[in-house]
Protein backbone atom coordinates (compact mmCIF):
# COMPACT_ATOMS: atom_id res chain seq x y z
CA UNK A 1 0.00 0.00 0.00
CA UNK A 2 1.13 3.64 -1.49
CA UNK A 3 0.79 6.36 1.14
CA UNK A 4 -0.72 8.76 -1.94
CA UNK A 5 -3.96 7.78 -2.24
CA UNK A 6 -4.21 5.76 1.63
CA UNK A 7 -6.81 9.10 2.81
CA UNK A 8 -9.49 7.64 0.57
CA UNK A 9 -11.47 5.15 0.99
CA UNK A 10 -12.64 2.09 -1.10
CA UNK A 11 -15.62 3.62 -3.18
CA UNK A 12 -19.02 2.21 -2.78
CA UNK A 13 -22.49 2.70 -3.98
CA UNK A 14 -24.67 4.91 -1.84
CA UNK A 15 -27.82 5.69 -4.05
CA UNK A 16 -29.08 9.06 -5.19
CA UNK A 17 -29.78 10.37 -2.05
CA UNK A 18 -25.68 10.34 -0.83
CA UNK A 19 -23.90 13.47 -0.57
CA UNK A 20 -20.43 11.71 0.22
CA UNK A 21 -18.55 12.83 -2.50
CA UNK A 22 -16.44 9.25 -2.13
CA UNK A 23 -19.71 7.04 -3.37
CA UNK A 24 -21.06 6.05 -6.09
CA UNK A 25 -24.69 7.77 -6.39
CA UNK A 26 -25.84 5.57 -9.80
CA UNK A 27 -23.15 3.02 -10.13
CA UNK A 28 -24.14 0.21 -8.61
CA UNK A 29 -21.90 -2.96 -10.08
CA UNK A 30 -24.18 -5.60 -9.14
CA UNK A 31 -27.55 -4.24 -10.81
CA UNK A 32 -28.87 -6.26 -13.03
CA UNK A 33 -29.77 -3.85 -16.09
CA UNK A 34 -30.56 -5.31 -19.49
CA UNK A 35 -30.40 -8.59 -18.17
CA UNK A 36 -26.86 -8.15 -16.76
CA UNK A 37 -24.98 -6.28 -13.89
CA UNK A 38 -23.79 -3.11 -14.68
CA UNK A 39 -20.08 -4.19 -13.85
CA UNK A 40 -20.58 -6.50 -16.80
CA UNK A 41 -21.98 -4.55 -19.28
CA UNK A 42 -20.23 -1.28 -18.76
CA UNK A 43 -16.69 -2.98 -18.34
CA UNK A 44 -14.73 0.33 -17.05
CA UNK A 45 -11.55 0.56 -17.88
CA UNK A 46 -9.03 3.11 -15.70
CA UNK A 47 -6.11 4.16 -18.06
CA UNK A 48 -2.27 4.38 -16.82
CA UNK A 49 -1.24 7.54 -19.34
CA UNK A 50 -3.49 10.04 -18.15
CA UNK A 51 -4.36 8.52 -14.67
CA UNK A 52 -0.98 7.99 -13.60
CA UNK A 53 1.58 9.42 -15.94
CA UNK A 54 0.63 13.07 -17.36
CA UNK A 55 1.87 15.65 -15.68
CA UNK A 56 -0.47 18.27 -16.34
CA UNK A 57 1.26 20.35 -19.19
CA UNK A 58 -0.57 22.66 -21.52
CA UNK A 59 0.22 24.18 -24.46
CA UNK A 60 1.92 27.27 -22.23
CA UNK A 61 2.74 25.72 -19.07
CA UNK A 62 4.59 22.67 -17.45
CA UNK A 63 3.53 20.21 -14.98
CA UNK A 64 1.18 21.09 -12.37
CA UNK A 65 0.90 17.39 -10.85
CA UNK A 66 3.59 16.90 -7.90
CA UNK A 67 3.32 13.06 -7.59
CA UNK A 68 5.63 11.24 -5.75
CA UNK A 69 6.20 8.75 -8.96
CA UNK A 70 7.07 11.93 -10.86
CA UNK A 71 10.40 13.43 -8.90
CA UNK A 72 13.56 13.17 -10.92
CA UNK A 73 16.36 10.12 -9.89
CA UNK A 74 15.94 6.61 -10.53
CA UNK A 75 13.64 6.11 -13.01
CA UNK A 76 12.93 2.39 -12.53
CA UNK A 77 12.20 3.22 -8.97
CA UNK A 78 9.68 5.90 -9.89
CA UNK A 79 8.55 3.29 -12.44
CA UNK A 80 7.30 0.94 -9.07
CA UNK A 81 6.46 3.49 -7.30
CA UNK A 82 4.09 4.21 -9.91
CA UNK A 83 2.79 0.85 -10.57
CA UNK A 84 1.94 0.26 -6.53
CA UNK A 85 0.16 3.70 -6.44
CA UNK A 86 -2.30 2.57 -10.00
CA UNK A 87 -2.74 -0.76 -8.26
CA UNK A 88 -4.10 0.76 -4.89
CA UNK A 89 -6.10 3.39 -7.23
CA UNK A 90 -7.92 -0.03 -9.14
CA UNK A 91 -8.96 -1.56 -6.46
CA UNK A 92 -10.54 1.64 -4.20
CA UNK A 93 -11.95 2.69 -7.92
CA UNK A 94 -13.07 -0.76 -8.85
CA UNK A 95 -12.82 -0.51 -12.65
CA UNK A 96 -12.37 -3.99 -13.42
CA UNK A 97 -10.38 -3.43 -15.97
CA UNK A 98 -7.40 -0.94 -16.60
CA UNK A 99 -5.14 -0.40 -20.31
CA UNK A 100 -1.51 0.96 -20.72
CA UNK A 101 0.92 2.12 -23.17
CA UNK A 102 4.68 0.41 -23.26
CA UNK A 103 6.06 3.84 -22.17
CA UNK A 104 3.50 4.72 -19.93
CA UNK A 105 4.58 1.73 -17.32
CA UNK A 106 8.28 1.57 -17.58
CA UNK A 107 10.89 4.19 -19.53
CA UNK A 108 13.49 3.63 -21.88
CA UNK A 109 17.08 2.65 -21.48
CA UNK A 110 20.17 3.69 -23.41
CA UNK A 111 19.49 1.27 -26.68
CA UNK A 112 16.46 -0.76 -27.19
CA UNK A 113 17.70 -4.20 -25.47
CA UNK A 114 17.82 -1.44 -22.17
CA UNK A 115 14.33 -0.60 -22.79
CA UNK A 116 13.35 -4.00 -23.83
CA UNK A 117 14.41 -5.22 -20.03
CA UNK A 118 13.03 -2.52 -18.39
CA UNK A 119 9.63 -3.07 -19.81
CA UNK A 120 9.49 -6.64 -19.13
CA UNK A 121 10.77 -5.85 -15.28
CA UNK A 122 7.78 -4.20 -14.73
CA UNK A 123 5.68 -6.52 -16.98
CA UNK A 124 6.92 -9.26 -14.25
CA UNK A 125 5.79 -7.25 -11.25
CA UNK A 126 2.60 -6.15 -13.26
CA UNK A 127 1.83 -9.66 -13.63
CA UNK A 128 2.01 -10.53 -9.95
CA UNK A 129 -0.33 -7.21 -8.91
CA UNK A 130 -3.12 -8.70 -11.53
CA UNK A 131 -2.84 -12.31 -10.18
CA UNK A 132 -2.89 -10.40 -6.21
CA UNK A 133 -5.88 -7.88 -6.95
CA UNK A 134 -7.98 -9.83 -9.74
CA UNK A 135 -7.59 -6.65 -11.61
CA UNK A 136 -8.14 -7.25 -15.80
CA UNK A 137 -6.18 -6.14 -18.63
CA UNK A 138 -9.04 -4.39 -21.12
CA UNK A 139 -6.00 -3.97 -23.34
CA UNK A 140 -1.82 -2.99 -23.97
CA UNK A 141 -0.63 -0.35 -26.96
CA UNK A 142 2.62 1.01 -27.79
CA UNK A 143 4.00 4.32 -27.51
CA UNK A 144 5.14 5.25 -30.97
CA UNK A 145 4.13 8.94 -31.02
CA UNK A 146 6.18 10.44 -28.29
CA UNK A 147 9.71 10.02 -29.06
CA UNK A 148 11.26 12.35 -31.57
CA UNK A 149 12.51 9.34 -33.42
CA UNK A 150 8.72 9.41 -34.46
CA UNK A 151 8.39 13.27 -35.48
CA UNK A 152 7.58 12.04 -38.70
CA UNK A 153 5.34 8.53 -38.04
CA UNK A 154 6.36 5.53 -37.24
CA UNK A 155 5.17 2.96 -40.03
CA UNK A 156 4.58 5.87 -42.04
CA UNK A 157 8.14 7.35 -41.39
CA UNK A 158 10.29 7.51 -45.06
CA UNK A 159 13.14 5.81 -42.84
CA UNK A 160 12.56 1.92 -42.52
CA UNK A 161 14.91 1.81 -39.10
CA UNK A 162 11.99 3.67 -37.59
CA UNK A 163 8.94 1.26 -38.90
CA UNK A 164 11.36 -1.28 -37.85
CA UNK A 165 11.97 0.38 -34.44
CA UNK A 166 8.02 0.87 -33.45
CA UNK A 167 7.44 -3.00 -34.84
CA UNK A 168 10.07 -3.90 -32.38
CA UNK A 169 8.36 -2.34 -29.72
CA UNK A 170 4.73 -3.56 -30.53
CA UNK A 171 6.09 -6.76 -30.63
CA UNK A 172 7.18 -6.69 -27.16
CA UNK A 173 3.46 -5.39 -26.24
CA UNK A 174 1.55 -7.42 -27.89
CA UNK A 175 3.18 -10.74 -26.16
CA UNK A 176 3.51 -8.72 -22.39
CA UNK A 177 -0.55 -7.88 -23.27
CA UNK A 178 -1.16 -11.82 -24.14
CA UNK A 179 0.81 -12.97 -20.83
CA UNK A 180 -1.39 -10.28 -18.80
CA UNK A 181 -4.33 -11.94 -20.28
CA UNK A 182 -5.18 -8.70 -21.68
CA UNK A 183 -8.77 -8.88 -24.00
CA UNK A 184 -7.67 -6.75 -26.69
CA UNK A 185 -4.54 -4.79 -28.26
CA UNK A 186 -5.20 -0.97 -29.70
CA UNK A 187 -3.27 0.37 -32.27
CA UNK A 188 -3.71 4.43 -32.10
CA UNK A 189 -2.42 5.74 -35.58
CA UNK A 190 -0.33 8.59 -33.08
CA UNK A 191 1.71 10.25 -36.07
CA UNK A 192 0.66 8.40 -38.82
CA UNK A 193 -0.04 10.88 -41.18
CA UNK A 194 1.99 14.11 -42.53
CA UNK A 195 1.87 17.55 -42.00
CA UNK A 196 2.81 19.32 -45.72
CA UNK A 197 2.52 17.31 -49.20
CA UNK A 198 5.49 18.80 -50.22
CA UNK A 199 7.84 16.35 -48.32
CA UNK A 200 5.23 13.08 -48.79
CA UNK A 201 4.70 9.78 -50.55
CA UNK A 202 1.24 9.24 -49.59
CA UNK A 203 1.33 6.33 -52.06
CA UNK A 204 4.00 4.53 -50.00
CA UNK A 205 3.17 6.03 -46.81
CA UNK A 206 0.21 3.88 -46.46
CA UNK A 207 1.21 1.11 -48.44
CA UNK A 208 3.54 0.68 -45.46
CA UNK A 209 1.23 1.10 -42.84
CA UNK A 210 -0.58 -1.64 -44.39
CA UNK A 211 2.07 -3.70 -44.31
CA UNK A 212 2.59 -2.61 -40.95
CA UNK A 213 -0.85 -3.85 -39.63
CA UNK A 214 -0.48 -7.33 -41.82
CA UNK A 215 2.44 -7.91 -39.61
CA UNK A 216 0.44 -7.07 -36.74
CA UNK A 217 -2.12 -9.68 -38.02
CA UNK A 218 -0.03 -12.11 -38.46
CA UNK A 219 1.84 -11.91 -35.19
CA UNK A 220 -1.00 -12.24 -33.58
CA UNK A 221 -1.74 -15.78 -35.23
CA UNK A 222 1.33 -16.73 -34.54
CA UNK A 223 1.23 -16.37 -30.86
CA UNK A 224 -2.31 -17.44 -30.38
CA UNK A 225 -3.40 -14.08 -28.81
CA UNK A 226 -7.23 -14.39 -28.55
CA UNK A 227 -7.69 -10.92 -28.22
CA UNK A 228 -9.39 -8.49 -30.20
CA UNK A 229 -6.91 -6.06 -32.78
CA UNK A 230 -8.80 -2.54 -33.13
CA UNK A 231 -7.80 0.69 -34.56
CA UNK A 232 -8.64 3.96 -33.27
CA UNK A 233 -9.77 6.66 -35.15
CA UNK A 234 -8.86 9.75 -35.13
CA UNK A 235 -8.41 12.95 -37.64
CA UNK A 236 -6.02 15.52 -36.33
CA UNK A 237 -3.32 16.05 -33.62
CA UNK A 238 -1.35 15.02 -33.37
CA UNK A 239 -0.84 15.58 -37.75
CA UNK A 240 -2.93 17.58 -39.42
CA UNK A 241 -3.99 14.64 -41.81
CA UNK A 242 -4.18 11.63 -39.85
CA UNK A 243 -4.66 8.54 -42.17
CA UNK A 244 -6.77 7.26 -39.67
CA UNK A 245 -9.20 10.18 -39.87
CA UNK A 246 -12.80 8.38 -38.43
CA UNK A 247 -14.80 5.33 -38.72
CA UNK A 248 -15.54 5.43 -41.86
CA UNK A 249 -12.13 6.13 -42.65
CA UNK A 250 -10.07 3.16 -41.10
CA UNK A 251 -13.15 0.64 -42.44
CA UNK A 252 -12.11 1.56 -46.17
CA UNK A 253 -8.36 1.21 -45.15
CA UNK A 254 -8.35 -1.95 -43.90
CA UNK A 255 -11.07 -3.58 -46.54
CA UNK A 256 -8.56 -2.25 -49.00
CA UNK A 257 -5.91 -4.35 -46.92
CA UNK A 258 -7.89 -7.39 -46.64
CA UNK A 259 -8.25 -7.07 -43.03
CA UNK A 260 -11.75 -6.23 -42.09
CA UNK A 261 -12.26 -9.41 -40.64
CA UNK A 262 -9.20 -9.52 -38.37
CA UNK A 263 -9.18 -5.80 -36.90
CA UNK A 264 -12.03 -3.79 -35.78
CA UNK A 265 -12.14 -0.47 -33.95
CA UNK A 266 -11.78 1.46 -30.87
CA UNK A 267 -13.99 4.42 -30.91
CA UNK A 268 -13.29 7.36 -28.70
CA UNK A 269 -15.27 10.33 -27.77
CA UNK A 270 -13.60 13.11 -28.49
CA UNK A 271 -11.86 11.61 -31.70
CA UNK A 272 -15.26 11.51 -33.20
CA UNK A 273 -15.90 15.45 -32.43
CA UNK A 274 -12.71 16.50 -33.83
CA UNK A 275 -13.43 14.55 -36.99
CA UNK A 276 -16.66 16.72 -37.38
CA UNK A 277 -19.12 13.87 -36.42
CA UNK A 278 -20.44 13.02 -32.80
CA UNK A 279 -20.35 9.84 -30.59
CA UNK A 280 -22.86 8.40 -31.90
CA UNK A 281 -22.60 8.97 -35.59
CA UNK A 282 -19.20 7.02 -35.41
CA UNK A 283 -20.80 4.17 -33.07
CA UNK A 284 -23.66 3.59 -35.38
CA UNK A 285 -21.03 3.69 -38.62
CA UNK A 286 -19.27 0.92 -36.94
CA UNK A 287 -21.64 -1.09 -35.48
CA UNK A 288 -23.83 -0.94 -38.48
CA UNK A 289 -20.68 -2.41 -40.40
CA UNK A 290 -19.89 -5.27 -37.27
CA UNK A 291 -17.02 -3.67 -36.31
CA UNK A 292 -16.84 -2.29 -33.02
CA UNK A 293 -14.45 -2.82 -30.65
CA UNK A 294 -14.20 -1.09 -27.87
CA UNK A 295 -14.30 2.35 -26.60
CA UNK A 296 -12.88 5.20 -24.94
CA UNK A 297 -14.95 7.09 -23.37
CA UNK A 298 -14.26 11.02 -22.78
CA UNK A 299 -15.16 14.38 -24.07
CA UNK A 300 -14.46 17.15 -25.77
CA UNK A 301 -14.87 21.07 -24.97
CA UNK A 302 -17.38 22.98 -27.77
CA UNK A 303 -15.95 25.83 -26.70
CA UNK A 304 -12.12 24.34 -27.89
CA UNK A 305 -10.94 22.87 -30.74
CA UNK A 306 -8.59 20.31 -29.83
CA UNK A 307 -8.68 17.07 -27.66
CA UNK A 308 -9.28 18.04 -24.66
CA UNK A 309 -10.07 14.81 -22.66
CA UNK A 310 -12.08 15.21 -20.04
CA UNK A 311 -14.14 13.01 -18.34
CA UNK A 312 -17.96 12.60 -19.49
CA UNK A 313 -20.36 14.26 -17.49
CA UNK A 314 -23.91 14.29 -19.46
CA UNK A 315 -25.70 11.52 -20.29
CA UNK A 316 -27.17 13.37 -23.14
CA UNK A 317 -24.00 13.04 -24.89
CA UNK A 318 -23.79 9.38 -24.63
CA UNK A 319 -27.50 7.94 -24.73
CA UNK A 320 -27.94 7.42 -28.39
CA UNK A 321 -24.24 6.01 -28.47
CA UNK A 322 -25.21 3.70 -25.74
CA UNK A 323 -28.47 2.77 -27.70
CA UNK A 324 -26.52 1.31 -30.56
CA UNK A 325 -24.23 -0.30 -28.48
CA UNK A 326 -26.76 -1.60 -26.16
CA UNK A 327 -29.07 -2.71 -28.81
CA UNK A 328 -26.42 -4.86 -30.90
CA UNK A 329 -25.52 -7.09 -27.56
CA UNK A 330 -23.30 -4.60 -25.57
CA UNK A 331 -19.06 -4.46 -25.88
CA UNK A 332 -18.33 -8.10 -26.13
CA UNK A 333 -14.62 -8.59 -25.58
CA UNK A 334 -14.13 -4.54 -25.47
CA UNK A 335 -14.82 -2.38 -22.89
CA UNK A 336 -15.36 1.85 -21.83
CA UNK A 337 -11.64 2.78 -21.06
CA UNK A 338 -11.91 6.33 -19.48
CA UNK A 339 -8.99 7.36 -22.17
CA UNK A 340 -9.61 10.99 -19.97
CA UNK A 341 -7.60 13.68 -17.70
CA UNK A 342 -8.11 15.53 -15.16
CA UNK A 343 -8.23 19.80 -14.78
CA UNK A 344 -4.66 20.27 -14.94
CA UNK A 345 -5.70 22.92 -11.71
CA UNK A 346 -7.28 19.36 -9.83
CA UNK A 347 -4.03 18.72 -8.58
CA UNK A 348 -4.89 16.51 -5.80
CA UNK A 349 -5.11 12.62 -5.79
CA UNK A 350 -8.54 12.97 -4.50
CA UNK A 351 -9.25 14.66 -7.96
CA UNK A 352 -8.77 11.57 -9.73
CA UNK A 353 -11.39 10.08 -7.60
CA UNK A 354 -13.92 12.44 -8.19
CA UNK A 355 -12.95 12.35 -12.01
CA UNK A 356 -13.64 8.61 -12.36
CA UNK A 357 -16.67 8.31 -9.90
CA UNK A 358 -18.36 11.55 -11.75
CA UNK A 359 -17.61 9.28 -14.71
CA UNK A 360 -18.97 6.02 -13.92
CA UNK A 361 -21.83 7.55 -12.14
CA UNK A 362 -22.59 9.46 -15.91
CA UNK A 363 -22.25 5.90 -18.04
CA UNK A 364 -24.48 4.02 -15.04
CA UNK A 365 -27.29 6.58 -15.84
CA UNK A 366 -27.14 6.52 -19.37
CA UNK A 367 -27.38 2.72 -19.20
CA UNK A 368 -30.37 3.15 -17.42
CA UNK A 369 -31.98 5.45 -19.43
CA UNK A 370 -30.77 3.01 -22.19
CA UNK A 371 -32.55 0.09 -20.89
CA UNK A 372 -35.91 2.37 -20.38
CA UNK A 373 -35.53 3.61 -24.36
CA UNK A 374 -35.14 0.19 -25.48
CA UNK A 375 -37.80 -1.84 -23.67
CA UNK A 376 -40.76 1.33 -23.99
CA UNK A 377 -39.60 0.68 -28.22
CA UNK A 378 -41.03 3.74 -29.04
CA UNK A 379 -37.82 5.48 -31.09
CA UNK A 380 -36.91 1.98 -32.08
CA UNK A 381 -40.13 1.25 -33.76
CA UNK A 382 -40.91 4.64 -35.14
CA UNK A 383 -37.64 3.86 -36.95
CA UNK A 384 -38.75 0.46 -37.68
CA UNK A 385 -41.70 2.34 -39.51
CA UNK A 386 -40.37 4.60 -41.42
CA UNK A 387 -38.10 2.27 -43.35
CA UNK A 388 -40.73 -0.42 -43.37
CA UNK A 389 -42.03 0.06 -47.20
CA UNK A 390 -38.34 -1.58 -47.72
CA UNK A 391 -39.96 -5.42 -46.85
CA UNK A 392 -42.91 -4.56 -48.94
CA UNK A 393 -42.97 -5.12 -52.82
CA UNK A 394 -41.05 -2.13 -54.02
CA UNK A 395 -38.25 -2.60 -51.88
CA UNK A 396 -37.65 -6.07 -52.56
CA UNK A 397 -37.92 -5.30 -56.47
CA UNK A 398 -35.20 -2.66 -56.40
CA UNK A 399 -32.89 -5.26 -53.89
CA UNK A 400 -33.34 -8.18 -57.01
CA UNK A 401 -30.30 -8.69 -58.26
CA UNK A 402 -32.22 -9.25 -61.84
CA UNK A 403 -33.54 -5.69 -61.92
CA UNK A 404 -31.73 -3.57 -63.58
CA UNK A 405 -32.23 0.67 -63.71
CA UNK A 406 -34.40 0.09 -66.95
CA UNK A 407 -36.40 -2.10 -64.79
CA UNK A 408 -37.10 0.94 -61.94
CA UNK A 409 -37.51 2.99 -64.81
CA UNK A 410 -40.55 1.21 -66.37
CA UNK A 411 -42.01 0.64 -63.06
CA UNK A 412 -42.43 4.30 -62.33
CA UNK A 413 -44.12 4.73 -65.35
CA UNK A 414 -46.45 1.77 -65.31
CA UNK A 415 -47.32 2.32 -61.60
CA UNK A 416 -47.58 6.11 -62.12
CA UNK A 417 -44.87 6.03 -58.96
CA UNK A 418 -45.50 9.92 -57.40
CA UNK A 419 -43.80 9.68 -53.60
CA UNK A 420 -45.29 11.87 -51.51
CA UNK A 421 -42.86 13.51 -48.75
CA UNK A 422 -42.80 12.20 -45.07
CA UNK A 423 -41.99 14.46 -41.88
CA UNK A 424 -39.47 12.83 -40.28
CA UNK A 425 -39.97 13.89 -37.07
CA UNK A 426 -37.25 15.19 -35.39
CA UNK A 427 -38.53 17.46 -32.58
CA UNK A 428 -41.15 15.09 -31.46
CA UNK A 429 -38.47 12.31 -31.29
CA UNK A 430 -36.04 15.07 -29.18
CA UNK A 431 -39.31 15.71 -27.18
CA UNK A 432 -39.42 11.50 -26.46
CA UNK A 433 -35.84 11.07 -26.03
CA UNK A 434 -35.80 14.10 -23.24
CA UNK A 435 -38.14 11.93 -20.91
CA UNK A 436 -35.30 9.61 -20.15
CA UNK A 437 -32.35 11.77 -19.79
C1 LIG B 1 -4.79 9.74 -28.17
C2 LIG B 1 -5.44 8.54 -27.66
C3 LIG B 1 -4.53 7.47 -27.17
C4 LIG B 1 -4.96 6.10 -27.52
C5 LIG B 1 -3.96 5.02 -27.16
O1 LIG B 1 -5.66 10.76 -28.50
O2 LIG B 1 -6.63 8.45 -27.60
O3 LIG B 1 -4.43 7.63 -25.80
O4 LIG B 1 -6.16 5.76 -26.89
O5 LIG B 1 -2.73 5.24 -27.75
CO1 LIG C 1 -7.91 6.92 -26.97
Redesign the pocket.
Known amino acids: MTEYFSKIPEIKFEGEESTNPFAFKFYDESKKVLGKSMKEHLRFATCY ?1 HTFTWPGLDPFGGQTFDRPWMQAGDEMKMAKMKLDAAFDFFTKIKTPFFCF ?1 DRDISPEGSNYAETQKNFFHIIDLMEQKINDSGMKLLWG ?1 ANAFSHKRYMSGASTNPDPEVFAYKAAQVKDCMDATMRLGGQNY ?1 L ?1 G ?1 REGYETILNTDMTKETANLQRFLELVVNYKHKIGFKGQILL ?1 P ?1 PHEPTKHQYDFDSATCLAFLRKAGLENEIKLNV ?1 VN ?1 ATLSGHNFEHEIAYATSNSALGSI ?1 INRGDTLIGW ?1 TDQFPNNPADLIMSFYFIFKNGGLGQGGMNF ?1 AKIRRQSIDAEDLFHAHIGGMDVCAKTLIAVEKLLNDNVIPKFIEDRYEDWNKNLGQFIHNKDTGLDDINKKVIDDNIEPEPRSGRQEYLENILNKYL
Open positions: WHTVWGEKEHDDD
